[in-house]
């Protein structure tokens, strides 16, 4: 079959088109990499219904992840849902980001820290009318009801020091209500989130005391990244993160002073002066 020269012509054109296409194609198909967060609240405080029916969380946390995100420009979304859930996507999928949660030994080669929410302390609580008979040490705590969230940092911790007795609940909304019934007799907290608590459940702050500390979780609380993620991506939540705390945003979130102004310089693992 012949072709024409006014064929040719359009066969040149149309290929031409295609190759430069296909130089810019890498170009025009490159993505900005979604964040997809992951976090379960232990407190109904940190929590809100929006207009449209959806539980949207209110706490610190957020407050700094939603920080973080804009710092970084990078488009997120954020998922609810327990703490096994969160860190099977965090185990398995890229750019996914956990918080607030827990850094430890174990953990720490498994994951990017992309920074520090806040320090915590945490304590074993009881009701401060049953202050006599409550356990002044982790051996004696051993023999009573604790409340827990299954899966959470605190169950896995409880399981890990051989607690017998764990109640496990959905969230910690009934804690208070099982203790006064004597259907537990312990719950896990930490110091700074026991106060909004007692508050939310319109209750004195001296309600429940806190009587042995769970020295494993009085740690830091941060940040995640999964391992699955380009180490790109860490890198600018990490950059972004360091821009937050140099520049006074991470205080006036959290409240307090970052405990230790992270180097600018940026490891694979994460790992600077404030870790």
């Given at each position: 079959m012949q072709?024409?020269?006014?064929?040719?012509?359009?066969?040149?054109?149309?290929?031409?088109?295609?190759?430069?296409?296909s130089l810019r194609a890498p170009v025009l198909l490159a993505q900005e990499p979604v964040i997809h967060a992951y976090t379960q609240l232990r407190s109904p405080v940190d929590r809100v219904t929006d207009a449209e029916g959806r539980v949207v969380p209110v706490d610190m946390g957020t407050q700094l992840f939603h920080?973080?995100?804009?710092?970084?420009?990078?488009?997120?979304?954020?998922?609810?849902?327990?703490?096994?859930?969160?860190?099977?996507?965090?185990?398995?999928?890229?750019n996914v980001l956990a918080y607030t949660f827990v850094r430890s030994a174990e953990r720490e080669d498994k994951y990017y820290w992309v920074g520090l929410v806040q320090n915590i302390q945490s304590y074993l609580y009881g009701l401060k009318e049953n202050q006599?008979?409550?356990?002044?040490?982790?051996?004696?705590?051993?023999?009573?009801?604790?409340?827990?969230?299954?899966?959470?940092?605190y169950d896995n911790l409880l399981h890990d020091l051989g607690f017998p007795h764990i109640v496990h609940i959905n969230n910690s909304s009934p804690w208070l209500t099982l203790m006064e019934r004597g259907r537990i007799d312990l719950v896990p907290y930490s110091e700074l989130a026991i106060g909004n608590y007692l508050e939310h459940q319109n209750q004195p702050p001296d309600r429940l005391l806190p009587v042995v500390e769970l020295?494993?979780?009085?740690?830091?609380?941060y940040f995640a990244?999964?391992?699955?993620?380009?180490?790109?991506?860490?890198?600018?939540?990490?950059?972004?993160?360091?821009r937050m705390v140099a520049s006074g945003e991470y205080q006036s979130i959290v409240g307090q002073p970052h405990p230790q102004l992270p180097n600018s310089v940026?490891?694979?693992q994460g790992s600077d002066a404030s870790n």
């Open positions: 072709i024409s020269y006014r064929q040719r012509s359009g066969l040149l054109v149309v290929l031409s088109i295609l190759f430069m296409f920080a973080l995100m804009a710092e970084a420009g990078l488009d997120y979304d954020i998922t609810l849902s327990p703490w096994a859930r969160n860190i099977q996507a965090l185990d398995n999928q890229p006599a008979n409550l356990p002044t040490s982790l051996e004696q705590a051993r023999q009573y009801r604790v409340g827990s969230i299954r899966d959470d940092a020295e494993a979780l009085s740690t830091g609380l990244l999964s391992k699955h993620s380009d180490e790109a991506v860490f890198r600018r939540l990490r950059q972004a993160y360091v940026v490891t694979s």
